[in-house]
C-alpha cells in the first residue's frame, strides 16, 4: 500500500463545475496534511493546509480532513479552465525516527471550457 | 516570493561524471530539502538539512550527496551520474507560520546521457 495515494486521472469537469479530488494516507497518526497544484513544467506551488478533522475554506478552495478514515479532499467550486494543473496531496508522517512530508503522485484535472 | 533558486535550470551530462546542483535561498530558513521527480513515482526526498552542516537522508538518497556550509545555500552532488538520475530535482524551504507548507524552487531538469 502506498503511503500517500491518489487518484492520477485526469479528471475531466465542465468550466463552471465542482471539481473533487481525493486523497487516502496510511499512517494513522498523520497530522499535517497539504494541498499543492503543479502547472505543467512548473513546480509545486501550495495552495491548502488543514489540520483539524471537517472543512476548511480558502475562496473557491476547501479542503476536508477525515482522519478517521484516513481520507483528505480537495474541492474547487466554479472550476476555471486556469485550474487545469496537477494536485498533489501530501501528508507529514513519522518515517523511522523523524517526521517527513510524503507526496502522493498527484491527480491531473482538466477543466473544460 | 520566497526567494528560492536553483541553478542551473537545465544540464546535460555523460554518465559517470560528477554534477552539482544548487540550491540558494534568501529568506534564512533553517530547513532545506532535495526532492526529484519522476513520471509514477511523484516527488520523492532525497536529503534534507535542518541546519548548517546538518543533513540527513531520505528515502532515495543513493548515488547522492549534500553539503550545507551556509545557511543560504544547499548543494546536491551526483557523485556519479547514472542514466537512472534522469529527473527533475527540486529544492524547498519549510515556510513558516501558520500554513507551513513547503516552498519549492523552480526545478533543475537533468539529463544523464
Known amino acids: 500500500q502506498k503511503e500517500v495515494e491518489q487518484n492520477s486521472g485526469p479528471l475531466s469537469v465542465p468550466e463552471g463545475a465542482i471539481a473533487s479530488l481525493n486523497c487516502t494516507y496510511s499512517?494513522?497518526?498523520?497530522?499535517?496534511f497539504f494541498w499543492y497544484r503543479q502547472y505543467s513544467g512548473k513546480s509545486p506551488e501550495l495552495i491548502m493546509s488543514?489540520?483539524?478533522?471537517g472543512d476548511k475554506e480558502d475562496g473557491r478552495f476547501t479542503a476536508q480532513l477525515n482522519k478517521a478514515s484516513q481520507y483528505v479532499s480537495l474541492l474547487i467550486r466554479d472550476s476555471q479552465p486556469s485550474d487545469s494543473a496537477t494536485y498533489l496531496c501530501?501528508?507529514?508522517?513519522?518515517?523511522?525516527?523523524?517526521?517527513?512530508?510524503?507526496f502522493g503522485t498527484g491527480t491531473k484535472l482538466q477543466v473544460i471550457p | 516570493d520566497a526567494g528560492i533558486t536553483q541553478s542551473p535550470r537545465h544540464k546535460v551530462t555523460e554518465t559517470g561524471t560528477p554534477v552539482t546542483l544548487r540550491c540558494h535561498q534568501t529568506?534564512?530558513?533553517?530547513?532545506m530539502y532535495w526532492y526529484r521527480q519522476d513520471p509514477g513515482h511523484g516527488l520523492r526526498l532525497i536529503h534534507y538539512?535542518?541546519?548548517?552542516?546538518?543533513?540527513d537522508k531520505g528515502e532515495v538518497s543513493d548515488g547522492y550527496s549534500v553539503s550545507r556550509s551556509k545557511t543560504e545555500d544547499f548543494l546536491l552532488t551526483l557523485e556519479s551520474a547514472t542514466s537512472s538520475q534522469t529527473s527533475v530535482y527540486f529544492c524547498?524551504?519549510?515556510?513558516?507560520?501558520?500554513?507551513?507548507?513547503?516552498?519549492f524552487g523552480s526545478g533543475t531538469r537533468l539529463t544523464v546521457v
Open positions: 501530501a501528508v507529514n508522517m513519522r518515517s523511522g525516527g523523524y517526521q517527513k512530508v510524503t
Open positions: 499512517d494513522r497518526v498523520s497530522q499535517s
Open positions: 488543514i489540520y483539524s478533522n
Open positions: 529568506e534564512n530558513h533553517r530547513y
Open positions: 538539512s535542518y541546519g548548517v552542516k546538518d543533513t
Open positions: 524547498a524551504i519549510k515556510s513558516t507560520g501558520a500554513n507551513y507548507g513547503y516552498t
